[in-house]
T-cell receptor
Framework: NAGVTQTPKFRVLKTGQSMTLLCAQDMNHEYMYWYRQDPGMGLRLIHYSVGEGTTAKGEVPDGYNVSRLKKQNFLLGLESAAPSQTSVYFC??????????????FGPGTRLLVL | KNQVEQSPQSLIILEGKNCTLQCNYTVSPFSNLRWYKQDTGRGPVSLTIMTFSENTKSNGRYTATLDADTKQSSLHITASQLSDSASYICVVSANSGNTPLVFGKGTRLSVIA
């Protein structure tokens, strides 16, 4: 089992450019999440998905879009990158959203720098 | 508002010493509490998870305690090692809603020789 994988690991963008971050999990989890982590802020939820074909907004969704066309993949898109989106992005997945089954497994992160 | 507060923000200790990290929460209704360890440049990894009825849980040299009455948890690290240097994040799960996890900002622990 690879667990949760993320690509790319690191990316530099210019303001206004677009890109897509890919998250894949092989644990057959229903729930998937995208977080960003900034110094002194902790992890903040961007978007999440409760199953294939569904997505929902989290705490800080502006400037991002997501898609969950396949159960194992969760894509995070930046249509027009801004310097404020410089951050480390983590994907996570879980079997459920309640109780002990809500334990989230995290990917290794994608470091994004927007110039 | 559901919140998780951790203290201290950062901590430096000598190798071999013990330390205790604190977590206070105001999440309701409470389901469970987790401690995650996050090494630099890596994603968080779960250390312990405790439900309402549990007041202590160990994972090797890591021991977590939970007082559901005072809504406090602690993570005690015994005989620290250099590899314990990491951020430790307290995460509380509410028993409702689609996004019930509430994350603390973490405590940055540095273990020095």
């Amino acid at each position: 089992n690879a667990g949760v994988t993320q690509t790319p690991k690191f990316r530099v963008l210019k303001t206004g450019q677009s890109m897509t971050l890919l998250c894949a999990q092989d644990m057959n989890h229903e729930y998937m999440y995208w977080y960003r982590q900034d110094p002194g802020m902790g992890l903040r939820l961007i978007h999440y998905s409760v199953g294939e074909g569904t997505t929902a907004k989290g705490e800080v969704p502006d400037g991002y879009n997501v898609s969950r066309l396949k159960k194992q993949n969760f894509l995070l898109g930046l249509e027009s990158a801004a310097p404020s989106q410089t951050s480390v992005y983590f994907c996570a997945s879980s079997y459920s959203n309640l109780g002990l089954a809500s334990s989230q497994y995290f990917g290794p992160g994608t470091r994004l720098l927007v110039l | 508002k559901n919140q998780v507060e951790q203290s201290p923000q950062s901590l430096i200790i000598l190798e071999g010493k013990n330390c205790t990290l604190q977590c206070n929460y105001t999440v309701s209704p409470f389901s469970n509490l987790r401690w995650y360890k996050q090494d630099t440049g890596r994603g968080p990894v779960s250390l312990t998870i405790m439900t309402f009825s549990e007041n202590t849980k160990s994972n090797g040299r890591y021991t977590a305690t939970l007082d559901a009455d005072t809504k406090q948890s602690s993570l005690h690290i015994t005989a620290s090692q250099l590899s314990d240097s990491a951020s430790y994040i307290c995460v509380v799960s509410a028993n409702s809603g689609n996004t019930p996890l509430v994350f603390g900002k973490g405590t940055r622990l540095s273990v020095i020789a």
